[in-house]
């Protein structure tokens, strides 16, 4: 079962093809092999039409949030999480 807080539940489609390539990586495989089969596991499950692609809801407040304007001088961003102290 797909871990729903996991990294290839909430990464982006490139960064779960590189996560993969990096795996074939440890098991022997070029970067450039890795990246093939990493491309073609993705490939062959979207045409076998394994996953949904049907939206998931926002989580509860999220699109409020999304529609509110950032107070005068702040923007709401990834990278003020994670350096906070970086001005």
């Not at 596991?41 to 998931?56: H, K, M, N, R, W």
């Amino acid at each position: 079962m797909l871990d729903p807080g996991g990294t290839l539940a909430v990464a982006s489609r490139q960064d779960n093809i590189a996560s993969t390539a990096t795996v074939f990586c440890l098991m022997g495989c070029s970067w450039p092999q890795a990246l093939s089969l990493a491309h073609t596991c993705f490939d062959a499950v979207d045409q076998e039409g394994l996953i949904d692609t049907t939206p998931s809801p926002l989580i509860n407040g999220a699109g409020q949030l999304l529609q509110e304007p950032a107070p005068a001088g702040r923007h709401r961003s990834c990278d003020q999480q994670r350096h906070p102290f970086r001005h």
